[in-house]
């Protein structure tokens, strides 16, 4: 099902671009690791976190703005998440001990500012910044608890659904930074960084996602900007 729903929008996604010149389309791939900017609920003293492996697949629309920057839009559906511990220890009687992974779907709307080397049609290296606007599809929360209670012992486990709201909100936003190859082909490759600037935490709970992966894609008439481009430059230069 979420793969119909990525061939839905990509497809979506190119037609509505596809008929501007100036726009060129990719289909993207991604891969990396997910962690989390972590604080557990006032109760708990200790805790410790571990990245998880994470992915994306999408498209992307690549608008040229003039003076080597361009403009990108995407969507993507990516996964995120971490692996967590924590616990508080308060006597031998008192104690709890919480073990979590979080493994969660988010569709993604990045847009990027890129700033690129040379011309179109030769190697040309860009870096970018921009922001992501991020929603909750879904996701397993896998949850154990063990510790003592009043001198009884207790050890449960459950692995649920994740909906917006539980066990986190389900809006995200966070500030993306890129850096790769293009080449004259339209094939490109990069590495990005995506840090939350939203708390997805409830309650004293703190939460940000944290994305670090390599990405690759390819332009689809990418050979449309090569006039653009060449006129914006023999125009500077008759100047």
């Known amino acids: 099902m979420i793969l119909r729903a990525i ?6 996604f190119c037609m509505v671009f596809r008929s501007n010149a100036q726009i060129a389309i990719a289909p993207e791939l991604g891969v990396g690791l997910s962690s989390m900017r972590f604080a557990p609920n006032l109760a708990y003293t200790q805790d410790t976190k571990s990245p998880l492996m994470a992915g994306r697949i999408g498209a992307i629309a690549d ?6 920057f361009y403009l990108q839009a995407g969507v993507h559906i990516s996964t995120k998440g971490n692996y967590r511990t924590f616990s508080y220890y308060r006597n031998d009687s008192f104690s709890e001990n919480v073990r979590q ?21 030769d190697i040309r290296f860009f870096t970018g910044l921009g922001i992501t606007v991020s929603y909750l599809l879904g996701g397993m929360n896998k949850l154990h608890v063990s510790g003592v209670y009043a001198g009884t012992s207790y050890d449960t ?3 649920t659904a994740i909906v917006s709201g539980n ?32 708390d997805i935490g409830l309650n004293t709970e703190i939460d940000k996602n944290r994305i670090y992966g390599i990405g690759a894609g390819y332009f689809l008439g990418k050979s449309r900007n090569i006039n653009k481009d060449t006129d914006d430059l023999i125009d500077k230069s008759t100047n």
């Open 7 to 12: 061939l839905s929008v990509s497809v979506i």
């Open 63 to 68: 608008y040229y703005a003039g003076n080597h």
């Open 167 to 198: 066990p986190v909100s389900g809006f995200d936003i966070g500030v993306n930074i890129t850096s790769g190859i293009e080449l004259p082909t339209g094939l490109y490759f990069k590495i990005y960084y995506t840090f939350g600037v939203n």
């Open 157 to 159: 486990s459950s692995n």
């Open 101 to 121: 992974t979080l493994n969660m779907f988010y569709a993604d709307a990045p847009f990027t500012v890129l700033f690129k080397t040379g011309k179109q049609g």
